[in-house]
């Protein structure tokens, strides 16, 4: 399983970004996909989940009604679209997956790993 974390960047305060996570070597139809983040100095945290069983998604309450997650089934792509960005969302953003479906936001619960992109938010 590879996973490949792409578009961040420098974003004002307010402004947007999408980052696109790559997938290959697993059958993506029941994989859950997941969004990390991890700020200087802080633990990783989840942000959001997808899982093409059960079509389910997830939040964390610091992002949900900014950040909306999606997938393209053909290109084995799954999306983090960040919009209203704050100095806060400073972070490397990871994806990770799993086989089946989307039962927490907790780092332990996903085996594979991508390298991360940073997304700097300044004011």
């Known amino acids: 399983v590879q996973l490949q974390a792409s578009g961040g960047g420098l974003v004002q305060s307010g402004g947007s970004l999408r980052l696109s996570c790559a997938t290959s070597?697993?059958?993506?139809?029941?994989?859950?996909i997941g969004w990390f983040r991890q700020a200087p100095g802080k633990e990783r945290e989840g942000i959001s989940c997808?899982?093409?069983?059960?079509?389910?998604?997830m939040y964390s309450d610091s992002v949900k009604g900014r950040f909306t997650i999606s997938k393209d089934n053909a290109k084995k792509t799954v999306y983090l679209q960040m919009d209203s960005l704050k100095e806060e969302d400073t972070a490397v953003y990871y994806c990770?997956?799993?086989?089946?479906?989307?039962?927490?936001?907790?780092?332990?619960?996903?085996?594979?790993w991508g390298q991360g992109t940073l997304v700097t938010v300044s004011s």
């Open positions: 990770a997956a799993d086989h089946g479906v989307c039962w927490s936001l907790g780092a332990g619960d996903f085996a594979s």
């Open positions: 070597g697993l059958s993506f139809n029941t994989y859950a």
């Open positions: 997808t899982s093409n069983r059960e079509q389910h998604t």
